[in-house]
């Protein structure tokens, strides 16, 4: 696996997520009416600029633990590590933690297996195990293995902390269209080959809350109306915003700028989209500027290259 290819998306989701932090719940009229083009501090939090959130300690800690293998106890015990510790975080201190995953480190912490440990009700549906979800999709692409595992090791790593099928369902979906795009397709051949596998597999499958997802899996999402595309933390929103931005977008900044825009849960809505953009147009097209006002580089280039690393020493 190309450190170069781990680091476009590691890195997209982290610059990204930094971009869209100190916007985070801002209307869609204020974005309209205040549009940004750089990065800039959050200064309600004395919080610098370039500072990420628990979207990208959260994927930090999940490659961190993959580059020893799967093993779901290990990713647990990082996370807990990130809640209680500050793991993988800018500034030593976890921050920005959503309920649900709260709720699960609480459960964790009091020995629930991690298999156990997440939301299963329907309020339990934020975008908390998406937004962490990519690296997976590195892990994934060199194993073969069946379909029915291939989409239990999705449902366990989301299922830590969101257990309820609409979220598994995100990540399955997310998970497939990174796959597509490491192996080489086009943005619009990933949305093809995601709505034709997604489709055939849920048809054989009892999955509940697939029918939540039909407008992405429909074919059409790029043809709805900006208007029409809600931003919030519900993860089938927050999927469905970050897919349409990047179809409807032609290059890594354009796509977090629109995904920005949007307003409302704008970290996580760019770090989605942010890991596919930078997957797809590569560490290169970052803008420079974005990649300068990073905080703390250093962090995510040790997991990148310990998780290249264990990847290639597997594979290779």
């Known amino acids: 696996m190309s450190l170069y290819l781990l680091k476009s998306g590691i890195y997209g989701v982290c610059v990204g997520d930094a971009f869209g932090l100190p916007m985070q719940f801002k209307t869609r009229k204020y974005m309209e009416e205040n549009p940004i083009s750089n990065m800039t501090d959050l200064k309600s939090l004395s919080i610098p600029k370039g500072t990420w ?183 089938v929103e927050s999927l469905e915003a970050a897919l349409w931005c990047l179809l409807t977008s032609n290059n890594y900044e354009e796509t977090i700028l629109k995904a920005v825009h949007l307003g409302d849960d704008t970290d996580t809505v760019a770090a989605i989209a942010g890991g596919l953009a930078g997957l797809y147009y590569g560490f290169d097209t970052i803008p420079k500027q974005w990649l300068e006002d990073l905080r703390k580089k250093d962090i995510i280039d040790k997991v990148c290259e310990k998780f290249s690393n264990y990847l290639y020493d597997e594979h290779d």
């Open 53 to 235: 959130s628990d979207d990208s300690s959260l994927t930090l800690c999940l490659a961190e633990s993959l580059s020893r293998g799967f093993d779901l106890s290990d990713i647990s015990q990082n996370f807990i590590k990130w809640y209680e510790e500050g793991f993988l975080t800018p500034d030593n201190k976890a921050f920005d933690v959503g309920n649900t995953t709260e709720k699960a480190m609480t459960k964790l912490k009091n020995g629930i297996l991690p298999e156990n440990s997440g939301g299963q009700k329907v309020e339990d549906n934020g975008n908390g195990s998406l937004m962490r979800i990519l690296p997976l999709s590195f892990y994934l692409s060199l194993k073969e293995t069946n379909e029915d595992v291939y989409y239990d090791q999705i449902r366990l790593i989301s299922s830590i902390t969101h257990a309820h099928g609409i979220s598994i369902i995100a990540c399955s979906i997310y998970i497939d269209f990174a796959i597509q795009l490491i192996h080489g397709n086009s943005i619009k051949e990933a949305y093809v080959g995601i709505c034709r596998k997604q489709k055939k597999y849920f048809e054989i499958s009892d999955t509940i809350g697939v029918e939540n997802y039909s407008r992405i899996l429909n074919g059409n999402l790029s043809e709805e109306k900006r208007a029409d595309i809600n931003s919030s933390r519900y993860v």
